[in-house]
């Protein structure tokens, strides 16, 4: 909860201190990047440390009281991961052609930026419906 909450805040921090360089107009933005990069990273650094070192005294308490997984659970949640993964990969494709394909419609005739949206959100709609079959899968485990 506490990583939660500090990488939360540090997302806010980044996002108040790049609204307040571009209102002030203050150029710097290869520094602020790095800084940014810098303090994802050492989150990300932050995050793993604290997964490794805790999560044993985790796991050693809930494992008397977990259920033994079974073969066949094991792979309903692989086939969930499957779902969901292939579907997002699908959704990335349509959203890589169709958005190309939008810019240069767009960049020719602004006024169809609103049927572009739509047809970018059909695209998108692939990946949620891997997202519901993967809930659907999970839900009968």
Known sequence: MFGLMLS???????MIV???????GLRGGRKAYAA???????LVLT?????????????????????????GAGLGFIAAAVATSIACLG?????????????????????????TLIYLGLAEGIAIYGVIISLLIIQRL
């Open 8 to 14: 939360c805040g540090t997302v806010a921090t980044l």
């Open 91 to 115: 959704a990335g494709f349509a959203v890589a052609n169709v958005g190309a394909a939008a810019l240069g419609l767009v960049g020719e005739k602004p006024e169809m930026l609103g049927t």
């Open 36 to 42: 940014a990069l810098g303090v994802s990273s050492l």
């Open 47 to 71: 995050g793993a440390v604290l997964a490794l070192t805790s999560g044993a005294s985790f796991a050693a308490g809930e494992a008397a009281a977990a259920k033994e997984i079974t073969m």
């Open 18 to 24: 790049g609204y307040a360089m571009k209102r002030k």
